[in-house]
């Protein structure tokens, strides 16, 4: 705990810095020209400040593995860093293009795809790590009292479950602290799935969460009430390689739905609108799209979205720790 303590301060010193050194350079956040009106006074706010949690997380997973190894912690390293090396070098491209344009969708994807190929080298190589823990191998998906082996299509499933979490945290940051605050939750159900299952029940794994809880908190508190510095991909995309992280060293693949029902509905709606717009040749499902900004065209403060938005992932939540409680349930406790 005082390693946690120690690499927060460190962050909350490295976000005054981030800020100050950025607003010196006059280098900022490019609004895109369609988003809500009064999104334009955001307009040259430091962005890509989530470059500073997430090498913070880095660093205290290195400490924690080096004391304790963490469950496929090459895994770890490959999703995070790869995840935030896209993020970061979108960031960029938006700041010097100048536009609220980085990386183009193929590219992006692209490196996912070879992100999420060597993901699956590494646990066909460590196939023994699930066979020890759920008595089956990766590349089965375990639901309650189902489960279902996709063999060697488990890497396009991988490859989904990668990119479309690490898009849809991408998206949901589109309001001062959305991410930030939903993902708490969801970090918290992690907490309680590891500290439940004595399967998974490990001490440095969740204080590596609590470490990821802490700095993410830092990050919402710095920012509180409004945003003094974005998280930018940088930062969202690190936290949907996390989820993915947690979810597969955990075999809780399927109950992400539930977990990340927020981030699943926001990255919906804009391929709901995508679809509708090319088959109604130019009509619009939503005002616009990801969600949360239809919400405010609609006449909605961003912190009534907040409230909504926070209420709603976390039934989903907890319905979705009930489903996964239930072998337990069903086993006795």
Known sequence: MIIIGLIGLLSILSFWAYDYYVKRVKVGQYIREDAPYHH???????????????????????????????????????????????????????????RNLGLRARDKLFLQLLISTVAWFILYMNNQYFIDKFGCGFTTLIFADKSIDLGWFYLIFLFVFFSGTTNATNLTDGLDGLLASVSLSTFLAFVTI??????????????????????????????????????????????????????????????????????????????????YFKFTNGKRLFNITPLHHHFELMGYNEKAILLRFNLVNSIFIFVGLFLWLYKFIRGGI
């Not at 949690?53 to 490959?78: E, G, H, M, T, W």
């Not at 790869?82 to 070098?89: K, N, R």
Request: proline residues 4%; contains cysteine.
């Open 40 to 98: 334009k006074s955001k307009q040259g706010t430091p962005t890509a400040g989530g470059i500073i949690f997430s090498l913070c997380i880095v660093a205290l997973s290195l400490v924690i593995n080096y004391l304790q190894p963490l469950p496929l912690y090459s895994l770890f390293i490959v999703l995070t860093l790869g995840s935030l090396g896209i993020g970061f070098y979108d960031d960029l491209m938006k700041i010097l293009n100048k």
């Open 194 to 275: 590891f500290l439940i299952d004595p399967v998974l029940f490990s001490s440095n794994i969740i204080y590596l969460l609590l470490g990821i809880i802490c700095f993410i908190s830092i990050f919402l508190y710095y920012n509180f009430p409004k945003a003094k510095i974005f998280m930018g991909d940088a930062g969202s995309m690190t936290i949907g390689s996390l989820f993915v992280y947690f979810c597969i060293v955990s075999k809780t693949e399927p109950y992400f739905l539930f977990l990340g029902y927020i981030y699943f509905l926001v990255a919906l709606s804009v391929i709901l609108q995508v679809l």
